[in-house]
């Protein structure tokens, strides 16, 4: 059973920072990429950053320059590093992972808030 678990949400005051980390496991087969999404009260899930088998990044605007996502391919594992947090980051943030063969897996989401 494919399993991907996020860590390393909490409660920050602006300007901060926190590192995500999201976890897969039960899987045999390769991953081709794997993404941070956010979901805001009210708002729709968005793409923060993804980030492929060969280390090719992507960001969302809002966060270029204050985010990194970074890979572990070894442990297939993805970290977030979210510098000068801002109150509009506040945020539940989902792993996902787009395996060979068997598709889209997600996490079940860490919250991360942002108040002074």
């Known amino acids: 059973q494919v399993q991907l678990v996020e860590s390393g949400g909490g409660s920050v005051q602006p300007g901060g920072s926190l590192r995500l980390s999201c976890a897969t496991s039960?899987?045999?087969?390769?991953?081709?990429?794997m993404a941070w999404y956010r979901q805001a009260p009210g708002k729709q899930r968005e793409l923060v950053a993804t980030?492929?088998?060969?280390?090719?990044?992507n960001y969302a605007d809002s966060v270029k320059g204050r985010f990194t996502i970074s890979n572990d391919n070894a442990k297939n594992t993805v970290h977030l590093q979210m510098n000068s947090l801002k109150s509009e980051d506040t945020a539940v943030y989902y792993c996902?992972?787009?395996?060979?063969?068997?598709?889209?897996?997600w996490g079940q989401g860490t919250q991360v808030t942002v108040s002074s």
């Open positions: 980030i492929t088998s060969g280390n090719s990044t």
């Open positions: 996902k992972a787009d395996f060979v063969f068997i598709g889209v897996y």
């Open positions: 039960g899987s045999l087969f390769r991953i081709n990429a």
